[in-house]
């Protein structure tokens, strides 16, 4: 296997799997914890993951398939979705139409998952794979969990919009507001009325007020 990347959840390797291209994802122990309660930890999330990505693929969302699963080792293996990330495209060079064309299936993607009660839990433009053939993968379902929480929705919407506006300045406005246009293609526009409402509430609680506007 081939290092690809070290996180502080999971370390990310390149491999082949019964001859297919694949990606294993580990898990790594955590020094602090309990040794009994870590693996119990671990294996949880492995388990976890797996269920989400699978539970997304039936809610019409393309996720990674998943190749094999060991609970006891916290490994999992899983299809390599060859592309370019979405990060990436939006640093390029791309027509408007596109832009928003992208924005668009990306809002009815995540429309799909909170209609199905999933929650990704890192949504960010660098785990939305672009693939050659023009489609468009979530990967990464890590911190993913369970919920029908209004509030647990816009937090996974704010993350979005907060990578939106750190990492792509220029496109950010209008990328997000087409992301919540196809959101309310799913949902329909009463549930698109609440996430918006909550969207401004999260911005709102983020604000810095200096000390001498508090007083007044």
């Known amino acids: 296997m081939k290092l690809l990347r070290k ?16 990606i294993v994802k580990l898990r790594v122990r955590k ?23 699978h539970e997304a693929r039936k809610a019409g969302v393309p996720t990674p398939l998943v190749y094999f699963l060991d609970r ?15 990060k990436e495209a939006l ?20 429309g799909r998952l909170h209609s199905h009660g999933i929650i990704h839990g890192d949504l960010t433009t660098s785990n939305v794979i672009l693939t050659p053939e023009g489609g468009m993968v979530l990967i990464d379902f890590g911190l993913g969990f369970h919920s029908e929480s209004l509030e647990d929705r816009g937090m996974d919407l704010h993350l979005l919009r907060q990578t939106l506006e750190s990492h792509h300045t220029r496109l950010a406005k209008p990328f997000f507001q087409a992301v919540l246009e196809g959101y309310g293609k799913i949902l329909g526009k009463e549930k698109l009325s609440e996430i918006e409402g909550k969207l401004g509430e999260i911005k709102a609680r983020g604000r810095y007020v200096p000390p001498e506007d508090r007083k007044t």
Do not use: M, W
């Open 7 to 22: 996180g502080a959840e999971a370390n990310l390797y390149s491999a082949r799997f019964l001859g297919l291209k694949s």
């Open 31 to 53: 020094a602090y914890r309990v040794p009994e309660l870590d693996r119990r930890i671990r294996g949880y999330r492995t388990v976890h993951e797996a269920t989400l990505l």
């Open 72 to 86: 006891k080792s916290c490994k999992l293996i899983l299809q390599h979705v060859e592309g370019v990330r979405l």
């Open 91 to 110: 640093n390029g060079r791309l027509e408007p139409g596109k832009v928003k064309g992208l924005a668009l299936r990306l809002g009815e993607l995540v």
